[in-house]
């Protein structure tokens, strides 16, 4: 039951993905965006990391998708996107695809990641206790950090979407 | 079907993180770029977490709380840049935006 639950999970989260590169609506875009980070959450599940699951959905799905889908409305870009490439960028298109296909392969065919034994490895499970024992202690100059950064990000928001007086934007 | 093994994870993180770079190199709306980085991004906590759970550790999952603390605020400014480039430009398509000046 487990393995059908990760396949199925998987499945959903790479097709999504595709969807959201193939598709020409950013409108659409998003929706699978959001239908894949659905996919990886379950993911999370599956390796039994429940509060992270449930962070990214409330995170990922709950803020960032619902800011994206309410820039491309607030934008209201035209459809048109323009197609066809130049020849560098065909070339390093063409370089990136040989080299992700060699890495993939080369990892499909003998990648051999160092794992303890699962049955002596216990599933950490889903005890709050743990993440706020080692963001306390560890971590706690990071956590800090990333007050911080929260904190710069939100003043940098502020300024870049300021009307400056004096500045020539296009009405 | 085998048990589902720190490969597998792996695998799909790997794949999924392929699918994000070529949206990033083949997309030309700055909106749909950015939201394949973000896929990019979630393609390696799925690795962290995959790392963890099969290592019994709980540093990749505690790094998790990071890299969505990050995303969320890379995600706050990336937008905002965009917004005020709108302005200014009328357009966010990648190919009409290729100089630094005016």
Redesign the interface.
């Known amino acids: 039951m487990a393995n059908f639950l990760f396949y199925a999970f998987a499945l959903f989260t790479l097709a999504t993905a595709a969807g959201v590169v193939a598709s020409k609506n950013a409108v659409n875009a998003a929706m699978c965006l959001l239908l894949s980070l659905v996919g990886v959450a379950g993911l999370f599940v599956a390796l039994n990391a429940y509060l992270l699951a449930f962070l990214l959905l409330l995170v990922y799905a709950g803020a960032i998708v619902a800011l994206f889908l309410f820039i491309v409305m607030l934008l209201d870009m035209k459809e048109t996107e323009s197609r066809g490439f130049g020849k560098l960028s065909l070339a390093a298109i063409i370089l990136a695809a040989g080299l992700l296909v060699t890495g993939l392969s080369t990892f499909a065919t003998r990648g051999r990641l160092p794992v303890g034994d699962p049955a002596l490895t216990p599933a950490l499970g889903p005890d709050i206790k743990l993440y706020a024992y080692q963001l306390f202690t560890t971590y706690l100059l990071p956590v800090q950090v990333m007050g911080f950064l929260l904190l710069i990000a939100m003043l940098g928001v502020i300024v870049l979407s300021k009307r400056w007086e004096g500045s020539d934007d296009v009405k | 079907?085998?048990?589902?093994?720190?490969?597998?994870?792996?695998?799909?993180s790997?794949?999924?993180f392929?699918?994000?770079?070529?949206?990033v190199?083949?997309?030309?709306?700055t909106?749909?770029v950015?939201?394949?980085l973000?896929?990019m991004l979630?393609a390696s906590?799925?690795a962290l977490?995959?790392f963890?759970?099969?290592?019994?550790t709980?540093?990749g999952?505690?790094f998790?709380?990071?890299i969505?603390?990050?995303?969320?605020?890379?995600?706050?400014?990336g937008?905002?840049?965009?917004?005020?480039l709108?302005?200014?430009?009328?357009?966010?398509?990648l190919?009409e935006l290729n100089s630094l000046k005016n």
């Open positions: 079907m085998t048990s589902a093994t720190l490969d597998h994870y792996v695998l799909i790997a794949l999924l392929a699918i994000g770079f070529f949206g190199l083949l997309r030309r709306n909106l749909v950015f939201m394949c973000e896929l979630v906590t799925l977490v995959a963890s759970r099969f290592n019994g709980m540093d999952n505690v998790v709380f990071f969505l603390t990050v995303a969320a605020a890379e995600v706050a400014v937008l905002a840049i965009i917004v005020a709108f302005r200014k430009r009328q357009t966010i398509q190919n």
